[in-house]
């Protein structure tokens, strides 16, 4: 009777968790398909282009289960590049992303819908000058398909999407004036990881 009880208590067990969903897998970022650049408005008149040189992911995917996504972005503050000096030295300093104390810009999903065959909503956590707020990116699937080059190898590429306001974090220098809105975009290539 007693081994009665322990087989029903375990499969009652395993069907709770066949019932559970799939665990995303982990892949890794391909860095030399993959770019972080970011515009604002300067004054009006024109939009400042930018990009980071330097960032690194965490990031567990499925494609047959994509609501299972979950991504650790981090970009190295210090590593923002405009292609102006004298701009770059300013936006590394303390009137904005003041990378002395803050080096760090991160962003940890909390949630992923999709929004249609291709398309997702990416919903998360970001943390810019110590303040972290909630943001929505916009996640569009390129392609998923085995590599040309490496047969073995499948490679998903992404386009991602969003805006934030920087003053929302703290970073109210000029604003205004130089735009508050800053448009985001993530292009990117991931591999399941060997």
Same mark, same amino acid.
């Given at each position: 009777?007693?081994?009665?009880?322990?087989?029903?208590?375990?499969?009652?067990?395993?069907?709770?968790?066949?019932?559970?969903?799939?665990? %995303?897998?982990?892949?890794?970022?391909?860095?030399?398909?993959?770019?972080?650049?970011?515009?604002?408005?300067?004054?009006?008149?024109?939009?400042?282009?930018?990009?980071?040189?330097?960032?690194? $992911?965490?990031?567990?995917?499925?494609?047959?289960?994509?609501?299972?996504?979950?991504?650790?972005?981090?970009?190295? %503050?210090?590593?923002?590049?405009?292609?102006?000096? $004298?701009?770059?030295?300013?936006?590394?300093?303390?009137?904005?992303?003041?990378?002395?104390?803050?080096?760090?810009?991160?962003? +940890?999903?909390?949630?992923?819908?999709? +929004?249609?065959?291709?398309?997702?909503?990416?919903?998360?956590?970001?943390?810019?000058?110590?303040?972290?707020?909630?943001?929505?990116?916009? %996640?569009?699937?390129?392609?998923? $398909?085995?590599?040309?080059?490496?047969?073995? +190898?499948?490679?998903?590429?992404?386009?991602?999407?969003?805006?934030?306001?920087? +003053?929302?974090?703290?970073?109210?220098?000029?604003?205004?004036?130089?735009?508050?809105?800053?448009?985001?975009?993530?292009?990117?290539?991931?591999?399941? %990881?060997?």
């Amino acid at each position: 009777m007693r081994f009665t009880k322990i087989f029903a208590f375990a499969v009652l067990i395993a069907s709770a968790m066949a019932q559970l969903p799939a665990r %995303a897998a982990p892949y890794v970022m391909d860095k030399s398909h993959a770019h972080v650049t970011f515009e604002v408005s300067h004054l009006g008149f024109s939009m400042v282009h930018g990009q980071f040189r330097e960032f690194e $992911a965490t990031i567990d995917f499925d494609p047959g289960n994509v609501e299972a996504t979950r991504v650790d972005f981090r970009i190295n %503050a210090g590593s923002v590049e405009t292609f102006w000096p $004298a701009r770059d030295k300013d936006l590394r300093g303390r009137n904005f992303l003041n990378v002395a104390e803050h080096p760090w810009i991160t962003f +940890t999903t909390t949630g992923v819908v999709p +929004t249609g065959t291709d398309t997702a909503d990416v919903t998360g956590d970001v943390t810019i000058l110590g303040v972290t707020k909630p943001a929505t990116f916009k %996640a569009k699937l390129n392609k998923l $398909a085995p590599s040309p080059f490496k047969k073995n +190898t499948t490679i998903a590429g992404f386009s991602v999407s969003g805006e934030l306001k920087r +003053t929302d974090f703290g970073m109210n220098f000029a604003a205004p004036a130089i735009g508050d809105l800053v448009r985001i975009r993530l292009d990117l290539e991931i591999s399941p %990881a060997k």
